[in-house]
């Protein structure tokens, strides 16, 4: 019995040794074809063709390869990867987009609907998206539009760029893509600004707080950044309102009713320059500090910094024909009469000013005012704390801790018993000028 045994079991070793062979030899081969093709060259591309002649990627390769000076060859290639492998969803579109460039549309289509077909992720649909918005095929663009959407993106700006090249209006870009997903309501939110539409960005940014969920903070952060960079705060107020009415932020919600209509006066936390909390700027030779117990937020001049720039800058709201005063308590240590240190008080939308403090100097605990009227219209302020060097001074050295910032509805006595009360500058502090 064991001799009968014998000739089976050689015959098992001899297919198995002459299948290792096979695979070594493939393997090789394999590996000089792969080494060839990754020199990105045509003429070594085609010889890893002859190696590796039922590889499919190595036609796809050499037709991108040759595609500007032979389509007509790189059309064939295509054809015969697409035969090699008919899945590969990458091969197809090369041809889909090879018949379009030849008008072969009937053909290209085809092309691109078998991508979609073997592929159903967002590059195939992207293409076919991009394919019928180059046609003018309105319909069939959103309806490939809304599945690449689908797809959670990494980067949708391209689809989105041709959304907006088809129909410029945030909100019927949002219906027909279906947005649904944070993550793709957050970079439409982000293409908008790069468009420059307000309307669309707060538009988009209510939405996306809406959807309350996901990683949406900064992103709106952003658009109240941008919408106050351009100029309009009262779009950018709702977004900022939404995120403290959720907690997202820690701040009160601010309108140009609230008593006091400054966000983070008292410095209860640092400031975190965004939106319409305090943006602190780092000039050159100043440097910031924030004390507790009591809250102050304060900077000591080197005496080596430029001769003029603002050192904080905040935006407020307000009503228009309103009268305000704007209350700064303050100490100070080493700053002489006439420091060039004062708040500011301009219209936010034609930066005009329409009063200041002078200069902060007391050599002791002080409080400052600026009072103003509204003008028509005006529905928000910049308050800027600023430095310009007085003429026949040197440059400021000393210290100063802001504790408490508010700005109020109505006339301070300071500013009663100073010049009549006018829209114009009117200034008063303790050690002033």
């Not at 590996?31 to 590889?55: K, S």
């Not at 492998?85 to 085809?110: F, R, T």
């Not at 996901?214 to 658009?223: N, P």
Request: aromatic share 10%; net charge negative.
């Amino acid at each position: 019995m064991q001799a009968l045994r014998k000739p089976g079991t050689f015959v098992i070793k001899a297919a198995f040794l002459l299948a290792l062979i096979a695979a070594i030899v493939w393997n090789v081969r394999f590996g000089i074809a792969d080494l060839l093709a990754r020199r990105n060259q045509p003429d070594r591309t085609r010889v890893a063709m002859q190696i590796m002649p039922a590889n499919a990627a190595y036609p796809a390769q050499l037709a991108d390869e040759i595609y500007a000076t032979d389509p007509a060859s790189a059309l064939s290639l295509l054809q015969r990867s697409v035969k090699l492998n008919p899945n590969s969803a990458q091969a197809w579109i090369q041809l889909g987009l090879l018949h379009e460039e030849k008008n072969d549309l009937q053909q290209a289509q085809s092309a691109l609907l078998r991508a979609a077909n073997v592929d159903a992720t967002f590059l195939p649909s992207w293409s076919l998206a991009n394919f019928y918005f180059r046609q003018g095929n309105v319909s069939d663009f959103w309806s490939w539009a809304q599945k690449a959407a689908e797809m959670d993106p990494d980067n949708a700006t391209p689809l989105f760029r041709l959304a907006w090249y088809t129909s410029p209006n945030a909100g019927e870009i949002e219906e027909r893509l279906k947005i649904q997903k944070p993550l793709i309501e957050i970079q439409l939110v982000n293409f908008l600004m790069s468009q420059g539409n307000p309307g669309a960005v707060s538009e988009t940014g209510a939405h996306l707080l809406a959807m309350a969920k996901g990683d949406y903070v900064e992103t709106v952060l952003s658009a109240c950044e941008w919408l106050i960079e351009n100029k309009r705060a009262d779009l950018a107020l709702p977004l900022w309102d939404g995120l403290a009415e959720r907690g997202k932020i820690a701040y009160s919600v601010v309108t140009e009713d609230s008593p006091d209509t400054v966000t983070n006066g008292d410095f209860n936390q640092s400031p975190i320059s965004r939106g319409f909390d305090w943006h602190m700027l780092s000039p050159k030779g100043v440097s910031p500090f924030l004390n507790s117990d009591p809250n102050a937020l304060g900077f000591e001049f080197s005496g080596d910094e430029p001769e003029s720039f603002v050192v904080m800058f905040q935006t407020a709201p307000v009503r228009p024909l309103s009268q305000y005063t704007l209350e700064v308590d303050y100490s100070t240590s080493g700053l002489l009469s006439g420091s060039g240190i004062e708040w500011l008080i301009a219209d936010a939308q034609s930066e005009s000013a329409l009063a200041e403090t002078g200069s902060l100097s007391a050599e002791k605990d002080g409080k400052a005012y600026a009072c103003f009227t509204a003008p028509v219209g005006a529905k928000f302020v910049n308050l800027k704390l600023q430095y310009q060097r007085r003429p026949g001074t040197v440059l400021v050295e000393g210290r100063i801790a802001i504790r408490k910032i508010a700005l109020t509805k109505g006339t301070a006595e300071e500013c009663k018993n100073g010049p009549s009360f006018a829209s114009g500058a009117i200034r008063h502090s303790e050690g002033g000028d």
